[in-house]
């Protein structure tokens, strides 16, 4: 796509940015609200814009797909999955042999409302699933929380970026908002990828040691070392990677936490809230892992206090508290079951929050 | 020999075998099946454009045994990853060694699937009747009164159901392209000097693991049951055990092709 801007939706632009980006393969199971994804990219196969988009298979479940996308990705290849909350639940087996093999992807969760089959309104209660690795073991993924559908496009690239630097799974983490919302939305064009996967992947052997792409290892003190490493990568990633906004916190005596499309509610709350006189702020996560959990801290430091705001009973929230240690008041807003606040609920808990002067 | 058959052996180095020792028990098939594999990757001349795909069981430890890119997959998943990697690379030769349990069990979706969409991939399916790995529980293949130590008292078939047929159940899908049940246990013949064994089924066998690859190449799915004996968790005497497949389970397992799409199994 050229530099022109198109209304589509966020699911769509998840799927072009990620072609944009030089997307080999994906692996699909198609479930709401994140099926357009797979829907656009079963249409764009054979497109001579992307030459470098091989292959559309849809599996018969997310234990297939993931499994799938994790062979196509042992080859060094740019492959994708897609999903929302029941079927990344099934996900979380191959994300957890994924983590620990080392393999690079792209996974979306289009989180809907659960737990269960739950409904297919908005949630953003996969959180903990998503940024404490929701699998078995002790893994992590990378999680990134895209605002807008303009996010949606551009986090595609940014995903394989850190997929491939950190050889780890990434994943995008919308909301049936996210997701479904129609914006405009630009493509700029990007660089072919050139990731260097010559030290891993599956393939010619010709002239080297096997490449042996593998989980297990029987001997205790070698499993120990070799997670060690793994552990050090996310060190690395948690000093390296972490990304988010702040929005007029300078001066605010309260700064609403949000991610995701709470964030664009909260934002526009802020801006009511500021022309009443309140100084209030926002802190956006844009990795929801790692956490930002030092510029939380020293905000925290400032004095200032916070309202973390979320779509689920409460899960971010415990990351903030972790951040701003006792220092200072977090307080909570949440809503569920496919509900979002309003402006007006957060204008009325923002000022019923008793620090701030009226 | 008394018998009279001519049959060509390869002396020297295996080239797609490590030099690693195995960890299978004695009397297990397992080893005799990486090494078929393994001289028929020598044969072919595939073997650094071959990907294994390790599954979860005896098999698991194979990229200690040969000799090529590897890629181990979670219980039952081995044909969804190899799907993965040979849809990415057309080019490779991918194949699994899983067990009857993995295989037809936990993973039987991902058989199915692999088999219903054509995939060109090959599947190689250990069948003892029985999860080795785990200490020897009921697997979808135990035969009808077997016990094992989830079922203590023989396999009750209005409990569990009967035995699973891969062979035949795989044979019936239209996208597989060949699928053939052999054997990897010898056969005694009665000798008036002692007992003979003959490796008339190994030779099968052999021929099996190269047909599937040949399948490959022309773009089918295959998929070749082998069937094996696991004494220890069986808790027979290794030569019983032998004479268990060759007696029982041959009959409800019965070797032969059942699904040649290509017509590879012509001489």
Redesign the interface.
């Known amino acids: 796509m050229s530099d022109q801007k198109v209304y589509m939706k966020g699911n769509e632009a998840l799927a072009y940015g990620a072609l944009e980006t030089g997307l080999?393969?994906y692996?699909a199971y198609p479930i709401t609200p994140s099926s357009e994804i797979p829907e656009t990219l079963a249409r764009e196969v054979g497109n001579k814009k992307y030459p470098k988009y091989?292959?559309f298979?849809q599996?018969?479940?997310e234990?297939?797909?993931i499994?799938?996308?994790?062979?196509?990705?042992?080859?060094g290849?740019l492959?994708m999955t897609a999903t929302s909350g029941p079927g990344f639940s099934l996900n979380q087996?191959?994300l957890s042999?994924a983590a620990c093999?080392q393999i690079p992807f792209l996974i979306a969760d289009i989180c809907r409302s659960g737990p269960g089959l739950g409904n297919i309104g908005p949630e953003q209660s996969d959180y903990f699933q998503a940024t404490k690795g929701g699998g078995h073991g002790h893994y992590r993924l990378f999680v990134l929380a895209p605002n807008s559908v303009q996010e949606m496009a551009s986090f595609p690239k940014l995903g394989f970026d850190l997929a491939f630097k950190y050889r780890n799974p990434v994943l995008i983490l919308g909301d049936a908002y996210t997701g479904q919302l129609k914006e405009d939305v630009e493509f700029p064009t990007l660089e072919a990828p050139n990731y260097d996967v010559s030290s891993w992947a599956?393939?010619?052997?010709?002239?080297r040691r096997?490449?042996?792409?593998?989980?297990?290892e029987l001997d205790y003190q070698k499993h120990y070392e070799n997670m060690e490493q793994i552990f050090k990568k996310y060190r690395r990633a948690e000093e390296k990677e972490v990304l988010y906004e702040e929005y007029l916190t300078q001066d605010a005596e309260i700064v609403i936490v949000a991610f995701g499309i709470v964030s664009r509610i909260a934002r526009a709350t802020v801006n009511t809230l500021r022309k009443k006189g309140i100084r209030v702020g926002l802190f956006r996560p844009v990795t929801l892992w790692p956490f930002p959990t030092k510029a939380l801290r020293k905000l925290a430091s400032e004095g200032k206090r916070f309202l973390d705001i979320e779509l689920n009973a409460g899960q971010m929230v415990e990351d903030v508290r972790l951040a701003v240690g006792g220092e200072t008041r977090v307080d909570f807003l949440g809503k569920w079951g496919g509900l979002v606040p309003t402006e007006r609920e957060i204008e009325h808990k923002i000022q019923t929050v008793e620090v701030v002067a009226a | 020999m008394s018998q009279q058959s001519t049959f060509k052996i390869k002396v020297g180095k295996i080239e797609s075998l490590t030099e690693n020792p195995t960890h299978y028990c004695a009397g297990c098939e397992h080893g005799t099946l990486t090494k078929l594999i393994a001289a028929t990757l020598d044969e072919l001349h595939i073997r650094e454009r071959t990907v294994m795909i390790d599954s979860v069981g005896c098999s698991v430890l194979a990229y200690n045994y040969l000799n090529c890119d590897h890629v181990v997959a979670a219980h039952g998943r081995a044909p969804a990853v190899g799907a993965g990697v040979k849809r990415l690379r057309p080019e490779l030769y991918v194949f699994t060694i899983q067990g009857d349990g993995d295989a037809l069990s936990i993973g039987l979706s991902e058989t199915i699937y692999a088999a219903k969409r054509g995939t060109p991939i090959t599947v190689f399916v250990v069948n003892n009747g029985i999860y080795g790995m785990t200490g020897g529980q009921m697997a979808p293949t135990t035969l009808p009164g077997q016990i094992t130590t989830t079922t203590p008292y023989g396999r009750d078939p209005a409990l569990t159901g009967t035995e699973f047929d891969a062979s035949t159940l795989i044979g019936q899908i239209d996208g597989a392209a060949y699928v053939r049940r052999a054997s990897l246990v010898v056969n005694e013949i009665p000798n008036p000097r002692g007992t003979v064994y003959t490796i008339k089924n190994l030779l099968d066998a052999k021929k099996a693991v190269k047909n599937a690859f040949k399948v490959q190449t022309l773009g089918g799915f295959a998929l070749v049951e082998f069937l094996s004996t696991c004494s220890v968790n069986w808790k027979m005497p290794i030569l019983e055990a032998k004479r268990y497949v060759n007696e029982q389970m041959i009959k409800r397992f019965p070797l032969g092709v059942y699904r040649d799409t290509f017509g590879v199994e012509k001489p």
Request: glycine share 12%.
């Open positions: 080999n393969a692996f091989k292959c298979v599996a018969a479940s234990l297939e797909s499994s799938m996308v994790i062979g196509g990705a042992s080859t290849a492959v087996e191959g042999y093999m599956v393939g010619d052997s010709n002239g096997p490449h042996i792409l593998n989980s297990m």
